[in-house]
């Protein structure tokens, strides 16, 4: 049985110079395959809104949403390092909601972390989540609660302006307490700026390979979700391309009637005749 990882082991893998290979989930079944395969975290993130939901974004989703799936991925994956996603609207208003709703993640969900999106906006938020004694992940540059404000999913910290934004986001969500930090959609060279000043693990999505480890929606890395495929993404399997093959071959097989075959069917055991009387008393019957 694998043994789960803690904050400690991810800090000491940092140290050790050991990437970290996580992905995000959304259901018991994928988490299993995540975990069969070795994988060393899992965030059951709010993407949920777009790949399981259909939503255009992640804004619509709710905490009760993210909560279900989160248990649903520790469900599937009881032994790996999960951490929870804070959706848009549960940390926003006050930070009383804040550490209410990352409690919630924890006793609802058994997490082992929680991750919530921005920077110098946010930094009370996560201090005071901090404070309550639970592990804070953070999330700059493309933050997708944050889109329509950005333009769009778009790439952050292209200019020195705006990787200057990023860095000070940086420095305020780790002196607020964060554990570990996601950086998304930003130039490989201003991650490797914060991850060089970090004492704490710093991850990427879209931000280059000078981090201490990778996050990746399965969906994207399995050729699952068909609607946009981001830049950073890589994909290692197509499920998507299988499935319409297989349901296809399916439809063709009942329309053609090879569908159930003889290995597909049960058998009658008992007598034949009693059968049959049984059809007869049946068949007095008005329908």
């Not at 000491?12 to 995000?24: D, F, I, L, P």
């Not at 609802?108 to 639970?134: Q, Y």
């Not at 930090?181 to 991650?191: N, Q």
């Not at 950073?232 to 329309?255: L, M, P, Q, T």
Request: with cysteine; proline share 3%; hydrophobic share 40%.
């Amino acid at each position: 049985m694998t043994k789960k990882k803690t904050i400690t082991d991810l800090v000491n893998m940092k140290a050790n110079g050991e990437k970290a290979a996580w992905a995000v989930v959304y259901d018991a079944c994928f988490a299993s395959y995540a975990e069969q395969a070795g994988i060393d975290m899992l965030l059951c993130g709010d993407s949920v809104g777009m790949i399981v939901y259909g939503y255009e974004g992640t804004v619509p989703v709710t905490m009760d949403i993210s909560i279900a799936h989160t248990q649903a991925v520790r469900r599937g994956a009881p032994n790996t390092y999960l951490i929870g996603d804070m959706p848009f609207g549960s940390y926003h208003e006050s930070t009383q909601d804040a550490v209410h709703n990352a409690v919630r993640f924890y006793k609802e969900a058994d997490v082992d972390c929680i991750k919530l999106e921005g920077g110098v906006r946010v930094a009370d938020k996560i201090r005071a989540i901090s404070d309550a004694g639970m592990v804070v992940m953070g999330h700059i540059g493309l933050t997708p609660q944050s889109s329509a404000s950005m333009g769009g999913f778009k790439a952050q910290g292209k200019t020195t302006e705006t990787a200057r934004a990023i860095i000070e986001d940086a420095f305020a969500v780790y002196e607020a307490g964060v554990k570990t930090l996601l950086l998304e959609g930003v130039p490989e060279e201003v991650c490797a700026y914060v991850h060089e000043r970090m004492p704490i693990p710093v991850y990427g999505i879209g931000a280059g390979i000078q981090c201490d480890g990778q996050v990746i929606l399965a969906a994207d890395a399995l050729g699952m979700y068909q609607n946009f495929t981001p830049k950073f993404a890589k994909k290692y399997a197509d499920i998507a391309g299988e499935a319409v093959r297989g349901i296809g071959d399916y439809v063709s097989e009942v329309k053609s009637e090879t569908f159930p075959a003889p290995e597909n069917k049960y058998k009658y055991t008992g007598d034949k005749d009693d059968l049959q009387k049984l059809f007869d008393e049946m068949n007095a019957r008005s329908v």
